[in-house]
């Protein structure tokens, strides 16, 4: 098993760490806060950082026990990386905590979808909420 790098914290990781001293996190001791800030705020330099500082058993481990603070596409993502099957829950980038947006899409209940023909040709329509109801 890798042991996480004590080396400072390169810039692009740096930055998730906005409200706090970065010299005074301990990559073993504050494990858990590294990597969910990581996981649900960092770019593909601070995710690659990520995965070389912890292995994936100590990854997969975080995500077992925490793995519910992450949206679900950071989930899906993660678990993939760590090799392990989680169940991941139904929705987007949106974590449950953030609660749900009044009406839908831009609050108009109607969300835009896109439509193949019978040609392959695609075509943007407003589909409403209802089953079986495409406006266009």
């Known amino acids: 098993m890798a042991e996480p790098t004590s080396?400072?914290?390169?810039?692009?990781?740096?930055?998730l760490f906005w409200d706090t001293?970065?010299?005074?996190?301990?990559?073993?001791r504050h494990r858990d806060y590294v990597m969910e800030r990581v996981m649900?705020?960092?770019g593909w330099?601070?995710?690659?950082?990520?995965?070389?500082?912890?292995?994936?058993e100590a990854l997969?481990?975080?995500l077992r026990r925490k793995g519910h603070r992450l949206a679900p596409r950071e989930?899906?993502?993660?678990?993939?990386?760590?090799?392990?099957?989680?169940?991941?829950p139904r929705g987007g980038a949106r974590p449950t905590w953030a609660g749900?947006?009044?009406g839908g899409w831009r609050g108009s209940g109607e969300h835009p979808a896109v439509l193949l023909s019978a040609a392959g040709t695609a075509r943007v329509?407003?589909?409403?909420?209802?089953?079986?109801?495409?406006?266009r």
């Open 7 to 15: 080396e400072r914290f390169p810039e692009d990781v740096t930055r």
């Open 21 to 28: 001293d970065p010299d005074a996190i301990d990559l073993e």
């Open 40 to 42: 649900s705020r960092g």
């Open 45 to 56: 330099a601070a995710m690659r950082w990520l995965r070389q500082a912890y292995s994936a």
């Open 60 to 62: 997969a481990d975080f």
């Open 75 to 88: 989930l899906a993502y993660w678990a993939v990386i760590a090799g392990i099957d989680l169940p991941i």
């Open 100 to 102: 749900v947006v009044p």
């Open 125 to 135: 329509s407003i589909r409403d909420p209802s089953p079986g109801r495409v406006a």
